[in-house]
C-alpha cells in the first residue's frame, strides 16, 4: 500500500548548524514530492518541491533530495535558524486528488 | 495577495451538535481540499473538489461528513451530530489547477468536541 513516512520524530540541533530531515516513500508511482513547514497553531507552509525527472533542488537555504532507488527524501537546511524550529512534512503526490502526508519531524533548534 | 482563510478559527461544541466550517480559497484556484489533523499527526485527507467535476469525497470518514462548494469559490464543510473522535484541526488548502500544484494551506479551525 501507500505510505509515506519519517524516519525521526525529533531532531534537534544547534543554532548554525544543518539540518537533514528524512522522508521515505513507498509508491515508486509517486511523481511530485513536497515538503512542508508548520509552526505551532498555523497551517502547513510550502517550503520546496520536486518532481520525479528530477534528483535535487534547491531553494533558499534549503535543497531537497530524491533517490527513486531506495524510495527516499530528504530536506536539507543550512544555517538553521530558531524560527526554522517546527514540525516538517513530507508528502507526495501521484497526480490524484491530494498529498498524502508523513506523520510529521519536529525540528528544534537550539541557540 | 490573500492567502487561504477559514472560519471559525476555533469552535467548541457538544457532543451531537451540527458544525460548519468555512473555507475561502485563493481567488482563482480552481481546486480545494480538506483535510484533518489529529494532535501531534499528519495530515488526512477528507475531499476534494476541482472546478465544476463532481467531488472526490473518499476520505470523508463517515455519512456525517459533508461538504459544498459554492459557485467555485467558498467551500463549507459539515459534520453532523458531532463525536469527540471528531476534536481536530481541520485545515483547508486551494491549489491553481489541481493535485499536481502546490497546495497552499489556511490557518485550520481548530474543532473540539465535549
Known amino acids: 500500500g501507500e505510505s509515506v513516512g519519517l524516519h525521526l520524530p525529533t531532531l534537534s540541533v544547534q543554532e548554525g548548524d544543518n539540518s537533514i530531515i528524512n522522508c521515505a516513500y513507498s509508491?515508486?508511482?509517486?511523481?511530485?514530492f513536497i515538503w512542508y513547514k508548520q509552526e505551532s497553531g498555523k497551517g502547513p507552509q510550502f517550503i520546496i518541491d520536486?518532481?520525479?525527472?528530477?534528483d535535487k533542488r534547491q531553494g533558499q537555504r534549503v535543497t531537497v533530495l530524491l533517490n527513486k532507488t531506495v524510495k527516499h527524501l530528504s530536506l536539507q537546511i543550512a544555517a538553521t535558524q530558531p524560527g526554522d524550529s517546527a514540525v516538517y512534512f513530507c508528502?507526495?503526490?501521484?497526480?490524484?486528488?491530494?498529498?498524502?502526508f508523513g506523520s510529521g519531524t519536529r525540528l528544534q533548534v537550539q541557540p | 495577495g490573500a492567502g487561504v482563510s477559514q472560519s471559525p478559527s476555533n469552535k467548541v461544541t457538544e457532543k451531537g451538535k451540527d458544525v460548519e466550517l468555512r473555507c475561502d480559497p485563493i481567488?482563482?484556484?480552481?481546486?480545494l481540499y480538506w483535510y484533518r489533523q489529529s494532535l501531534g499527526q499528519g495530515l488526512e485527507f477528507l475531499i476534494y473538489?476541482?472546478?465544476?467535476?463532481?467531488?472526490?469525497k473518499s476520505g470523508l470518514p463517515s455519512d456525517r461528513f459533508s461538504a459544498e462548494r459554492t459557485g467555485g469559490s467558498v467551500s463549507t464543510l459539515t459534520i453532523q451530530r458531532t463525536q469527540q473522535e471528531d476534536s481536530a484541526v481541520y485545515l483547508c488548502?486551494?491549489?491553481?489547477?489541481?493535485?499536481?500544484?502546490?497546495?497552499?494551506f489556511g490557518p485550520g479551525t481548530r474543532l473540539t468536541v465535549l
Open positions: 488548502a486551494s491549489s491553481p489547477r489541481g493535485p499536481t500544484d502546490t497546495q497552499y
Open positions: 509508491n515508486s508511482a509517486s511523481d511530485y
Open positions: 520536486i518532481r520525479s525527472n528530477m
Open positions: 508528502a507526495e503526490n501521484m497526480g490524484r486528488r491530494a498529498l498524502t
Open positions: 481567488s482563482g484556484h480552481t481546486a
Open positions: 473538489f476541482q472546478g465544476n467535476s463532481a467531488p472526490d
